[in-house]
């Protein structure tokens, strides 16, 4: 069981559905290019390769650091509400069954172990 499952927490498939929107935030207060984009984070402190700035862009980054999100936030001129659209529609819930297997999964006893390799006698 990963650490996610056994935190109760859901697993990356089942994480929360949201769509990133940097593009049309973008679009609506006029920057219209990536690499205009980019050189505008640059001016404010937020150096990124063009990967990354590819990924902000035309996809769905796997994850934005909240110290860049500021500064995203700052030279579009929107919010993170802007940026971060929810989708709960797309959010699905567990089958019964699953959600009982991480809610009730057993928790393996610690078995002390001497130092030495050695095992220790019967209890």
């Known amino acids: 069981m990963d650490r996610c ?13 949201l769509k990133w929107n940097l593009r049309l935030a973008a679009a609506q207060r006029g920057i219209w290019k990536a ?3 980019h050189r505008m984070l640059a001016e404010h ?16 980054p796997s994850s934005v ?3 860049d999100l500021d500064v995203i936030c700052a030279v579009v001129g929107c ?7 929810a989708e709960p529609e797309k ?4 089958a019964a069954e699953e959600a009982k297997a991480v809610v009730g999964a057993p928790v393996a006893a610690v078995v002390p172990k001497r ?6 006698p019967p209890a």
Request: net charge positive; hydrophobic share 40%.
């Open 5 to 17: 499952a056994r935190a109760g927490h859901a697993p990356a498939e089942r994480a929360a559905e």
């Open 35 to 37: 690499s205009d984009l």
């Open 45 to 60: 402190g937020m150096v990124i390769s063009a990967g990354k700035m590819s990924g902000l862009w035309s996809g769905q």
């Open 65 to 67: 650091k909240l110290d």
């Open 79 to 85: 919010t993170v509400s802007d940026l971060l659209l």
């Open 91 to 94: 959010v699905t819930r567990p």
């Open 115 to 120: 130092r030495d390799g050695r095992s220790l």
